[in-house]
């Protein structure tokens, strides 16, 4: 079955570097993408790509079956859901979600 | 463009009856998702279009559900003889198929709950 792994909590100091792990059993999935998600509104992309990247603070990591994403600088404003999701070039899946506590 | 939206917001319906949800995505974006989403989860995808075409749909799509996007640009979905099963958050997603990976914009979805 296609699956995404992420852990369900993690917990960061401001000013800290926060890392979120992900792997899956996605067949022909060759790409990450990294959503950022604030109760009712719109889940919104950080980063994504078949290779490490980066989009200001955040960080991806990058292996065939495996992501993590990095966030600099943890803020209490970054506490949120973040969905790791897997695909190839059309349908995607996505993981259950890390929700990211942030400990001022 | 202000992105994706979908409408309504919120609908509460009693078990039994039909509802239906609109997405109007991004105007210059081909393809159009449908996910849902129970509390705890990640959304999961029920359908997609290229266009007006219907390119796959998820085993989570029953009989009672169905997905128009007749022009290929706003799409709908209906859920006939609603279940409490269905209460969920419906969202809806638009990209443009180009070469590459194609990124995925959400709209805020649509909570259902069922009574």
């Known amino acids: 079955k296609d699956q995404v792994f992420q852990p369900s909590t993690v917990a960061s100091s401001e000013g800290a570097v926060v890392e979120i792990f992900c792997n899956h059993s996605v067949s022909n999935a060759y790409n990450f993408f990294w959503y950022l998600h604030f109760p009712g509104c719109a889940p919104r992309l950080l980063v994504k790509?078949?290779?490490?990247?980066q989009q200001g603070r955040y960080n991806m990591t990058y292996e065939r079956f495996s992501s993590s994403l990095l966030i600099l600088q943890v803020r209490e404003a970054d506490a949120a859901v973040y969905y790791c999701?897997?695909?190839?070039?059309?349908?995607?899946?996505f993981g259950t979600g890390t929700k990211l506590q942030v400990i001022p | 463009d202000t992105g994706v939206s979908q409408d309504p917001r919120h609908k509460i319906t009693k078990r039994g009856q039909n509802v239906t949800f609109r997405c109007d995505p991004i105007?210059?974006?081909?393809?159009l998702y449908w996910y849902r989403q129970t509390l705890g989860q990640g959304p999961e995808f029920l359908t997609y279009f290229q266009n007006e075409a219907q390119l796959e749909k998820s085993r989570l799509l029953s009989d009672r559900f169905s997905a128009e996007r007749p022009k290929g640009s706003f799409s709908t979905l209906e859920i006939q003889r609603t279940e409490q099963g269905d209460s969920a958050m419906y969202l809806c997603?638009?990209?443009?198929?180009?070469?590459?990976?194609?990124?995925?914009?959400f709209g805020p979805g649509t909570r259902l709950t069922v009574l």
């Open positions: 105007s210059e974006h081909n393809r």
């Open positions: 997603a638009s990209s443009y198929k180009g070469t590459g990976v194609d990124e995925q914009f």
């Open positions: 999701v897997c695909g190839g070039y059309q349908k995607v899946t």
């Open positions: 790509g078949s290779k490490p990247s």
